[in-house]
């Protein structure tokens, strides 16, 4: 609410210097608006509203020239949202297999979860894990083969 308050009153006072402007500045001048020859078009015009009308027209041009800027801005900005919601489509459909992969696991009594799990580590962290298994009279467990690795699907 304060931010439109403030606007109006911005815009008021605006709008109240513009008018003392066109006062200050009412004197006609003559203006050539066109000249073809030795023929003149000659119009008196009081000076502040050539000024005013400088201002109208050249926002009018500074819009026109922000357009096509604008325009790809917005065009690339609807491309990113249509990335996100089809990786959040992924994503959900990722999740979905998860949860099927992992409900199939549990329904043929494999590991319930990670602390069941084969923990991936480094070969030194490995060898003294083994080694320690070996010393309380565990035999430690043959390392499996790793799986070929699949490509990631790109988006």
Avoid: H
Avoid at 111 to 131: C, K, M, N, S, W
Avoid at 138 to 150: F, I, S
Wanted: proline share 8%; net charge negative; glycine share 8%.
């Amino acid at each position: 609410m304060f931010r439109a308050v403030a606007t109006v009153l911005v815009l008021v006072l605006v709008c109240g210097y513009l008018a003392l402007f066109l006062s200050w500045n009412a004197a006609p001048q003559p203006v050539t608006g066109l000249q073809i020859g030795d023929s003149k078009y000659v119009q008196p015009m009081p000076v502040g509203l050539l000024f005013i009308a400088g201002v109208l027209v050249g926002a009018v041009a500074m819009a026109v020239a922000l357009w096509a800027p604008w325009k790809a801005l917005k065009a690339g900005e609807l491309q990113q949202q249509e990335l996100i919601q089809r990786a959040k489509s992924k994503l959900k459909a990722q999740d979905t297999k998860i949860k099927e992969l992992t409900r199939q696991l549990e329904a043929k009594g494999g590991p319930a979860g990670p602390e069941d799990a084969e923990i991936d580590l480094p070969a030194d962290t490995r060898a003294a894990v083994d080694a320690v298994e070996v010393e309380a009279g565990k035999a430690p467990e043959p390392k499996p083969a790793p799986a070929a690795e699949d490509d990631p699907e790109v988006i």
